[in-house]
T-cell receptor, first 112, second 112 residues
Framework: AQTVTQSQPEMSVQEAETVTLSCTYDTSESDYYLFWYKQPPSRQMILVIR??????QNATENRFSVNFQKAAKSFSLKISDSQLGDAAMYFC?????????FGPGTRLSVLP | EAQVTQNPRYLITVTGKKLTVTCSQNMNHEYMSWYRQDPGLGLRQIYYSMNVEVTDKGDVPEGYKVSRKEKRNFPLILESPSPNQTSLYFCASSFQYNQPQHFGDGTRLSIL
């Protein structure tokens, strides 16, 4: 069974600084999708970024970018110019076929 | 407005009393899915559906049932709830399974 690991249960970053959240996954498949979702205290689940495994180019979305290392099965999220509104729980998710597997999450605090 | 609507938002009930959590989406999405979120475990997939009358088990289906009689609705049924099903539940939908999912606002379920 596929697994997703987020080794940092909690992290903090100073406002305007950069932070990287780590995610590793285990799979024997070659064609899959990876996502980062954000869950603020309102408990809504909000898409941050999506990566297709067959694309070597790392996905970016404004201040959010990923470092996708397929061979290492690593999918880290970099948040640049951190803002107070970035404070949330971040979940990494793996998708193959109709199945989704989420990691346990990393709680990010942003310090003013 | 494009949305996934779950009801109820909160429910406290007792062991063994059948309950249904409704989920409806207005985006004509093919794919719908149910998750439960527990601290330290992230989101775990309960059931998913590729289309009307097509459903399949996720990673934690025991104790749950679903149906997909109409494209827009995907209710989650707990026929004999037990305390270990106390959790935060999310319904989600997307055009295809590998596309970003739209999530409902969640249902906090407590079973005494």
């Amino acid at each position: 069974a596929q697994t997703v690991t987020q080794s940092q249960p909690e992290m903090s970053v100073q406002e305007a600084e950069t932070v990287t959240l780590s995610c590793t996954y285990d799979t024997s498949e070659s064609d899959y999708y990876l996502f980062w979702y954000k869950q603020p205290p309102s408990r809504q689940m909000i898409l941050v970024i999506r990566q297709e495994a067959y694309k070597q180019q790392n996905a970016t979305e404004n201040r959010f970018s990923v470092n996708f290392q397929k061979a290492a099965k690593s999918f880290s999220l970099k948040i640049s110019d951190s803002q107070l509104g970035d404070a949330a729980m971040y979940f990494c998710a793996y998708n193959y076929g109709q199945n989704f597997v989420f990691g346990p999450g990393t709680r990010l605090s942003v310090l003013p | 407005e494009a949305q996934v609507t779950q009801n109820p938002r909160y429910l406290i009930t007792v062991t063994g009393k059948k309950l249904t959590v409704t989920c409806s989406q207005n985006m004509n999405h093919e794919y719908m899915s149910w998750y439960r979120q527990d601290p330290g475990l992230g989101l775990r997939q309960i059931y998913y559906s590729m289309n009307v009358e097509v459903t399949d088990k996720g990673d934690v289906p025991e104790g749950y049932k679903v149906s997909r009689k109409e494209k827009r609705n995907f209710p989650l049924i707990l026929e004999s709830p037990s305390p270990n099903q106390t959790s935060l539940y999310f319904c989600a939908s997307s055009f295809q399974y590998n596309q970003p999912q739209h999530f409902g606002d969640g249902t906090r379920l407590s079973i005494l």
